[in-house]
């Protein structure tokens, strides 16, 4: 297959959650593929200061600060970077939020904040997207979900919800947008170590249990999600369509 199969020159890419993490390292990746990347987060000078990072090696970035549960202000950025640059090719979905504790300890409005970043936005990202995407009869919408979509653990239902349901939406999505030349695919990231998974590495039986239980033997580090976002979003993968990837180190597949 040519690498050009797998070149995103030309193509705009919108990444929430930009400013750290997995969103980070997606946007990287997808910048260092060809792709101009507009970096989404809530605080401008955290962004501006990761765009200045990817634009250090000579890629191409922009930014967008918004909070992706605010509906109006998701709508305006994506009609903006169709004005700015004639279209959005690429959505990575990936903005969302964990909250820990038993369930009987759960307040309902943390089950509703995670739920409202996690699926609510997602689902609005795409919906707005997809009204950019459908008349260019093209596009490529990534949603961050997880492995605990596929396998459960104590204290975090709400993060299992929410994931569980953009895995079913990414599904449903594909179905719907595919006709229309959009694929829709999700990434499950395993056990990465990023700032949301601070308590778990601090926690030394957890962090050698990872270990234990992951064939590849170590915690996943964001870079890891990079080459499964580039893929998905290019022509490689044109008829890749309402697919769950895990990247998670074989995590799910072991006993």
Partial sequence: MSPSKFSLDERVA??????????????????EAGATVVLNGRE???????ADDIRAEGWEAETA??????HAAVAAAIQDIKKRHGGLDILIANAGIQHRRPLTEFATEDFQRV???????????????????????????????????????????????????????????????GPQGITVNAIAPGYIATEMNSALMENKEFTEWVSKRTPAGRW?????????????????AAYVNGVLLPVDGGFTASM
Avoid: C, H
């Fill in 220 to 236: 996943g580090q964001p870079a890891d999600l990079g080459g499964a976002a580039v893929f998905l979003a290019s022509d490689a």
């Fill in 44 to 50: 401008i000078r955290t962004l501006e200061e990761k």
């Fill in 14 to 31: 919108l990444v929430t959650g930009a400013s750290r993490g997995l969103g980070f390292a997606i946007a990287r990746a997808l910048a």
């Fill in 115 to 177: 739920i409202d970043t996690n699926l609510t936005a997602v689902w609005v990202l795409a919906r707005e997207a997809a009204k950019v995407m459908i008349p260019q009869k093209m596009g490529r919408i990534i949603i961050t979900s997880s492995i605990s979509a596929l396998a459960a653990r104590p204290t975090i239902s709400a993060y299992i919800a929410s994931k569980g349901a953009v895995t079913a939406l990414t599904r449903a999505l594909a179905v719907e947008l």
């Fill in 65 to 70: 600060a918004f909070d992706v549960t605010d």
